[in-house]
């Protein structure tokens, strides 16, 4: 479908120019002739000679230029990625039809030349001019469309490559190529019929003035033409940079702009999308580090070097343990402890996010979280508190397969990286993590299934601090000094 439709374009277009590039001809040379008994017989000539030219070189063009040019594009007939050359060749085919055109154009100029040499020598250089200046104008339109039409194969044949340099010449050489073609070669034409005017000195002020009027007009007109499609084919690739900008900016990192063009141009397109992949594994990369070690983590590793060692911080720990693990993996197959240990975590891991807490790390089938660091709580005992009595009630009420011990304590520790350069995490470590720990195994045997040191419930606020209230005091494995424990006051809620 699509070597049919650009094979439609393509001959249609060499059709529309040549039938143009043969009015030109024949306009100009009804008004540049020096005189209407001098050049009636020549303008009789061209007016037969014009049609039947353009007729021939259509038919030649059709079959030297289209076919050639799909030949050049079999690659994608075939349905399979181009070689290097073949990429460079499909980039290079409206400039080879813009040279199949100024062939046949030049043919048409040293034709329509000897043909004025033999009815009127004296306007062989009018005759010139007019020819070579229609042909000057089917180049640009031929190149300009081509390069329009043929814009899906070019996507085609730099899809999926970022090019060392330009594969079709730069903007540079395209700038001035259009140049020379919408302003230089058409001011040129002025000049020269101002000088063979000047030479012959047989022709009137209002021929003259006629003349320059209606190469003027062309000149504007084909000038404007010119230009017009040089913007276009300058501002569209940006403009579909700055489209594609916008929808990264908005965090749609999937977006890819199609790659058309073999200039400067193309490379930017072609750069972007290569940023567009490095951002999109970048984002990928950054959710998967702060999945594993928490979000407030990862933004920190990110915002600081990253380096052994930590800082003191006053935090409140929270320790879950699942009571009776052992025996819950013998008893099921693998899959539904997996299932349930997931269960498990995900009310952990919601209730510590909701109370601005990190989880962070999961121990088997443990879990420590940690409220104050690596980002600063000023109100982290009752938010460690509040939600160790949330996990305990909805673990009970949603995952009553699970039960589980839950220690809460507060204090100092050194909160920072731990381990080697080359591997490390980040942790906390100090008197509360452990007291947190021993905590969770006396709360295995309590009612409530949650402890608190009574430090912890003198460091939260007076609304969090009520809910609880002080049992006894024991000293805890591996301490000299005991501890007050506390215990929440039934029917208590989260806050």
């Not at 079709?168 to 020379?180: A, D, I, K, P």
């Not at 916008?246 to 965090?251: H, K, L, S, Y």
Request: net charge neutral.
């Amino acid at each position: 479908m699509l070597r049919r439709r650009v094979q439609g374009l393509l001959t249609g277009t060499l059709i529309a120019t040549n039938v143009i590039g043969a009015l030109v001809v024949v306009g100009l040379a009804a008004l540049l002739m020096p005189a209407p008994g001098m050049s009636g017989e020549l303008i009789r000539v061209t007016a037969i000679a014009v049609p039947v030219y353009v007729v021939s070189a259509v038919v030649v063009g059709a079959l030297w230029g289209t076919r050639g040019a799909l030949r050049t594009l079999r690659w994608a007939a075939e349905g399979r990625t181009p070689t290097d050359e073949e990429r460079a060749s499909s980039l290079r085919v409206p400039l080879r039809l813009t040279l199949v055109q100024a062939v046949l154009w030049g043919i048409a100029t040293v034709v329509f030349g000897v043909l004025a040499a033999l009815v009127q020598p004296r306007v062989v250089l009018t005759e010139l001019l007019v020819v070579a200046f229609a042909g000057v104008v089917v180049c640009a339109i031929a190149y300009l469309a081509g390069e329009f039409i043929l814009r899906p194969y070019a996507a085609l044949a730099l899809s999926g490559t970022v090019p060392a340099r330009p594969l079709s010449g730069g903007v540079n050489l395209r700038m001035l190529l259009f140049w020379c073609l919408g302003t230089g070669v058409p001011v040129a034409g002025l000049v020269v019929t101002a000088v063979l005017a000047w030479a012959r000195g047989d022709v009137s002020t209002t021929k003259l003035a006629i003349s320059v009027i209606a190469l003027g007009l062309v000149v504007l007109v084909f000038g404007l033409l010119v230009t017009v499609f040089t913007a276009r084919a300058v501002v569209n690739p940006i403009r579909s940079v700055q489209h594609a900008l916008g929808r990264v900016r908005a965090g749609d990192f999937t977006v890819e702009i199609p790659v058309y063009d073999g200039t400067e141009l193309g490379l930017l397109q072609a750069g972007f999308n290569g940023m567009a992949v490095g951002l999109a594994e970048r984002e990928r990369l950054r959710d998967l580090f702060g999945r594993h070690v928490g979000e407030d983590v990862a933004s920190e590793a990110m915002r600081t070097s990253a380096e052994l060692g930590g800082t003191v911080r006053t935090v409140s720990v929270l320790f879950v343990d699942l009571i009776g693990s052992t025996a819950l993996a013998a008893s099921r197959p693998p899959e539904e402890v997996v299932g349930l240990l997931n269960r498990f975590f995900a009310v952990v891991v919601d209730e510590v996010d909701r109370n601005h807490g990190l989880v962070n790390k999961f121990v088997g089938d443990a879990a420590l979280a940690i409220f104050g660091a690596p980002v600063r709580l000023e109100d982290h005992a009752t938010l460690a508190l509040s939600a160790g009595r949330a996990i305990a009630r909805r673990l009970a009420a949603e995952v009553p397969e699970c039960p589980a011990g839950i220690g809460v304590a507060t204090g100092e520790v050194v909160a920072g990286n731990v381990g080697d350069p080359r591997r490390f995490e980040y942790t906390v470590i100090g008197d509360p993590v452990n007291e947190a720990a021993r905590l969770t195994e006396l709360a295995k045997n309590v009612e409530a299934r949650l402890l608190a040191s009574w430090t912890a419930i003198e460091s939260a606020a007076e609304a969090e601090a009520s809910r609880w209230k002080a049992t006894e005091d024991v000293t805890l494995r591996g301490r000299s000094q005991p501890t007050t424990l506390a215990t929440p006051v039934a029917d208590s809620q989260p806050l």
